[in-house]
């Protein structure tokens, strides 16, 4: 029905009104004319109902014998008038150009994922090629002006987007690589954690610990030195090999009987603002109207206003909660605590290490669930530094001398 009037609106129709006193006839004689009909109302004399344009022009000569035409209305009416005022309707078109055009350009130029200081050299040197806004730039520019961005600067990539009239620039700074030691530089292997050693295997280097010797965080394991052959002297070499030692990890956790939740209850109220340039002027709606509540927001963007003014609409929802308490069982809290406790340990050893024993107590009050939990594990726990030779030093000495 709303899609009829629409139409109607559009291609424009008439208001009739018939004074008839048999009302019936009439609109028969209509029907049989294949007359469309609508909105018929009885009054105190007559009848008033509403015909299409089309079929009042098809018509004419009929219609204005039985009845009388009250009012033209619908959009076709409204711009016939339009013509004769040539000024307005040469505003309008001007406006319509006006937007589009307007629309169309770049007003705001964005930098994202660098330092301030980069952003500054990144505008500088728009400005040197002379991109300044506003700016009409095609999305086949916007790809050449990335290519020329990354080409002159040190980034991992660059991504220029057009959204409306703003123009985005994208840059990703390059990560700095990690010191890898080269195979021919001296170095040492060191324990990266306290363990009881379980075996050493030493492909280069000096062993220092054996089978069964307990070693702490940052001691040596296998030496960078080495004597030469026939005779007292050292030469530093790079060290190479795995170091096995036994670890030991304790945790300690507990998990409550009873837990809070908020559930949903289906109700929502909604609140609207106006968002200009980042301040929110509250339009419609209330304010945290729930005691809980979950709040979720949307932005709605204005056609041509959000284009060419920071100005949008903010819708703001808030869904109303109930706070439930419910009751955790032994085996849920027991299973929890289990996981998060493998969690922890994958973050403090690597996926090699191996579990030899694991000793894990439960216990409970009125208010908690308890773990105490001691894994023992076997793992790689060598860690390779460099080590540098100490000529400069043994130079200044003989120097003092």
Do not use: H
């Amino acid at each position: 029905m709303l899609i009829f009037k629409l139409i109607n609106f559009i291609r424009g129709y008439l208001v009739i009104r018939s004074d008839a006193l048999n009302s019936e006839k009439v609109l028969n004689i209509l029907r049989r004319k294949n007359i469309r009909v609508w909105d018929v109302q009885k009054k105190d004399k007559g009848i008033r109902f509403k015909i299409s344009y089309e079929d009042y022009i098809k018509n004419s000569s009929l219609i204005d014998e039985i009845m009388k035409p009250v009012a033209k209305k619908g959009a076709r009416f409204k711009l016939e008038k339009l013509k004769f005022r040539r000024g307005f309707s040469m505003g309008i078109f001007i406006l319509i150009i006006a937007l589009y055009l307007l629309t169309s350009m770049i007003w705001e130029v964005e930098v994202v994922g660098t330092s301030q200081t980069r952003i500054n050299e990144i505008m500088a040197f728009l400005e040197e090629n002379k991109i300044k806004t506003p700016l009409a730039l095609s999305n086949k520019e916007a790809k050449k002006l990335e290519n020329l961005i990354y080409s002159n600067f040190d980034y991992k990539f660059v991504d220029v987007i057009l959204e409306g009239s703003k123009l985005i620039i994208i840059v990703k700074e390059k990560e700095a690589e990690p010191v890898q030691i080269k195979t021919n530089e001296p170095s040492s292997i060191i324990s990266s954690k306290n363990a009881i050693i379980s075996k050493v295997i030493a492909k280069s280097g000096q062993p220092v610990v054996r089978e069964g010797d307990v070693v702490y965080e940052g001691q040596t394991l296998i030496m960078g030195l080495v004597k030469k052959k026939n005779s007292d002297e050292f030469m530093v070499v790079p060290s190479d090999g795995i170091v096995y030692g036994k670890t030991y990890y304790n945790f300690e956790m507990k998990e409550a009987k009873r837990k809070s939740i908020n559930v949903s209850t289906n109700e929502n109220k909604s609140v609207y603002y106006l968002k200009i340039k980042g301040n929110n002027i509250k339009i419609i709606g209330d304010k945290e109207p729930y005691e809980n509540y979950n709040y979720r927001e949307k932005t709605i963007k204005v056609p041509i206003l959000s284009n060419l003014a920071d100005i949008s609409l903010l819708k703001g929802t808030y869904y109303e909660e109930v706070i439930k308490e419910i009751e955790i069982d032994k085996t849920t809290a027991e299973n929890k605590m289990k996981i998060s406790m493998y969690d922890e340990l994958l973050k403090k050893c690597d996926e090699d290490s191996r579990i030899l024993k694991s000793t894990i107590n439960f216990s409970e009050d009125d208010d908690f669930y308890y773990m105490l939990a001691q894994i023992e594990l076997i793992e790689d726990i060598g860690e390779k530094v460099r080590i540098y030779p100490q000529t400069q030093e043994k130079t200044e000495e003989k120097t003092e001398e």
